[in-house]
Each structure stands twice: as structure tokens, then as C-alpha cells.
Nanobody, 125 residues
Framework: QVQLLQSGGGLVQAGGSLRLTCAAS????????MGWFRQAPGKDREFVAA????????NYADSAKGRFTISRDNAKNTVYLQMNSLKPEDTAVYYC??????????????????WGQGTQVTVSS
């Protein structure tokens, strides 16, 4: 079992930056791949970024490439999502997630067993 507690997010103007943080507790965080997903109103949850257990080989959705950076600090049991050059279409509730089985971090939400509580990101134009 692992518990994920998210922080960060909020309201930002287009072109601005935000950093989301996801702190894990309760199990061996360093053994899990981690991902970030988002869900906008009326839309399905979609993949944003994922990272393997060692912090290497990040994987990004096309919409996030070049603007978002996923990273992790296993000593702090924390994963981050740095979001730059934000656009109004990035507005969504963002979720972090932990995958205890797939080591490289997949884009499939179904592969993730544990989810954070979600945090709202709103980008104004």
C-alpha cells in the first residue's frame, strides 16, 4: 500500500509556470513507477507524464513534451511535475499515480494502483 498526497497547483496566467508535488508514504516508493494524469471537465482522464523507479527515461504525452518535466527524489519519497509555458488547454485536475508492477512508467491509467487526491490547475488566457 502507498498513500499519495498532492500539493501545488492553482491559478496561473497563460505562459506561466507551476510545480506539482506528490509525496508518497506507506510503502517502498523507490520501487514504483510514477505517473501524472489530468482530467478536464467533460473529458476522460489523460496521460501527462511518467517516470521509472530510478528517475530515468521519462515518458511524456505529446501535449507535455518540451513544456513539462517529471522528476522524482526517492530519498524524499516525492515526485514532481514542473509545468512551464502553460496554456488554457492545460486546465484540468491533475493526479499523480503509482504503478507497483510496470517498472518503466506506462501511459495507461489502468496500470496504476494508487492515486493522489487530485489538484486543480487553472490557466487563464
Amino acid at each position: 500500500q502507498v498513500q499519495l498526497l498532492q500539493s501545488g497547483g492553482g491559478l496561473v496566467q497563460a505562459g506561466g509556470s507551476l510545480r506539482l508535488t506528490c509525496a508518497a508514504s506507506g510503502s517502498t516508493f523507490s520501487g514504483y513507477a510514477m505517473g501524472w494524469f489530468r482530467q478536464a471537465p467533460g473529458k476522460d482522464r489523460e496521460f501527462v507524464a511518467a517516470i521509472n523507479w530510478s528517475g530515468r527515461s521519462p515518458n511524456y504525452a505529446d501535449s507535455a513534451k518540451g513544456r513539462f518535466t517529471i522528476s522524482r527524489d526517492n530519498a524524499k519519497n516525492t515526485v514532481y511535475l514542473q509545468m512551464n509555458s502553460l496554456k488554457p488547454e492545460d486546465t484540468a485536475v491533475y493526479y499523480c499515480a503509482a504503478d507497483p508492477r510496470t517498472p518503466w512508467g506506462t501511459p495507461r491509467a489502468a496500470d496504476y494502483d494508487y492515486w493522489g487526491q487530485g489538484t486543480q490547475v487553472t490557466v487563464s488566457s
